[in-house]
T-cell receptor, first 117, second 114 residues
Framework: NAGVTQTPKFRILKIGQSMTLQCTQD?????MYWYRQDPGMGLKLIYY???????DKGEVPNGYNVSRSTTEDFPLRLELAAPSQTSVYFC????????????????FGDGTRLSIL | RKEVEQDPGPFNVPEGATVAFNCTYS??????FFWYRQDCRKEPKLLMS???SGNEDGRFTAQLNRASQYISLLIRDSKLSDSATYLC???????????????FGRGTSLIVHP
């Protein structure tokens, strides 16, 4: 059981380049999330999805885009990389978090360490 | 006011000590609560859920106080391997469709020394 898989693990980009961070999960979770974590700081939510075809903005969505065409995959797109986007990016998934499923924890991938120079 | 607040520490304690962390949250509609552990440059991993009546898992005890809107984590008989950052997570409500989105605190750093 692979859980949540993120690729790549490390990447260096030049300013203005674009890239897609991949995330896939094999637990049939409805909800998926993208976070970024800057040094010494907590996790900030970028985007989330409550199911295939449904996405919504989190706390820090500017400069990013997402799509959710399948239950398993939730890629994060950086269109014009900026130095401020240097961070560690974590993808997570969970079952639905409301009602009877309110106590469902998140499962995280290993993270992608992204540097923009 | 931040939605989920934690004292960043670090808490520096000797092996065998008992240490407690608190976490306050602002949204009274919050439904579920968790403590995660994060080792340096690694992904967060679930330590324990926090239930209304309080719960214990070995040396770890979690408590919830809804009236005062805080949760706590108590670690007894600290081990060197407990050194990590402890993240408080609150599933906050009020979103359309009944979704509760996890909101993270900044984390509390614990250093256990010999």
């Amino acid at each position: 059981n692979a859980g949540v898989t993120q690729t790549p693990k490390f990447r260096i980009l030049k300013i203005g380049q674009s890239m897609t961070l991949q995330c896939t999960q094999d637990m049939n979770h409805n909800y998926m999330y993208w976070y970024r974590q800057d040094p010494g700081m907590g996790l900030k939510l970028i985007y989330y999805s409550v199911g295939a075809g449904i996405t919504d903005k989190g706390e820090v969505p500017n400069g990013y885009n997402v799509s959710r065409s399948t239950t398993e995959d939730f890629p994060l797109r950086l269109e014009l990389a900026a130095p401020s986007q240097t961070s560690v990016y974590f993808c997570a998934s969970s079952y639905a978090t409301g009602g009877a499923y309110s106590n469902q924890p998140q499962h995280f991938g290993d993270g992608t360490r992204l540097s923009i120079l | 006011r931040k939605e989920v607040e934690q004292d960043p520490g670090p808490f520096n304690v000797p092996e065998g000590a008992t240490v407690a962390f608190n976490c306050t949250y602002s949204n009274s509609a919050s439904q579920s609560f968790f403590w995660y552990r994060q080792d340096c440059r690694k992904e967060p991993k679930l330590l324990m859920s926090v239930y209304s009546s309080g719960n214990e898992d070995g040396r770890f005890t979690a408590q919830l106080n809804r009236a005062s809107q805080y949760i706590s984590l108590l670690i007894r008989d600290s081990k060197l391997s407990d050194s990590a950052t402890y993240l408080c997570v609150v599933n906050m409500g009020g979103l359309s469709g009944g979704s509760y989105i996890p909101t993270f605190g900044r984390g509390t750093s614990l250093i256990v020394h010999p």
